[in-house]
């Protein structure tokens, strides 16, 4: 801004000496004062106004951003996300769904327009299919593969007591 060193500033005070006297310096020093106050308390109300208008307008876009925000669907906004295409919601019957959950749960064969398409007997008599080979016992040639077992450590020996240091130290 104003890049005013020392040696500026005492040339400044040498002629303000110099034209305004001795006599009168002090009264013109307390209103330079006055002045640069008063410039800096405009400029500090300036700088503040123009971030309050900032922070406003900032916070006008938030507004309007939120309310935008509020009027997003969020039931297509998921449907959107989980199926895109539509394929799903065409594909899936709640009714049919719910039947064939309870039949899972009790036990029984699917009933319904899908069960009756997915059905071989739908399409005509098929081929019997050939049954399968009963369950064999495990022969004695596939055991399973024997595990390794794990080695004890050796132990380190201890130290030889002969039977006086035993006898010496039970009687002490």
Known sequence: ????????????????????????????????????VKVRGLSREFQSGVADMLRE??????????????????GKAVKDAVDPTGTLTEDFDPADFARRLKQEVE??????????????????????APEPAAPQPPSSEATAPELPTATPAPQPAAASVGPSAAAGATHE
């Open 57 to 74: 307008a900032e916070l006008d876009d938030l507004k309007r951003k939120v309310s935008e925000g509020g009027r997003v669907d969020l």
């Open 107 to 128: 036990g029984g064969p699917p009933t319904g327009p899908r069960a009756a398409a997915q059905s071989p007997q739908a399409d005509g008599p098929q081929p019997a």
């Open 1 to 36: 801004m104003l890049d005013i060193g020392w040696q500026e500033l005492f040339l400044i005070c040498v002629v303000a000496l110099v034209v305004l006297g001795p006599k009168d310096l002090p009264t013109a020093m307390r209103a330079v004062a006055r002045v640069v």
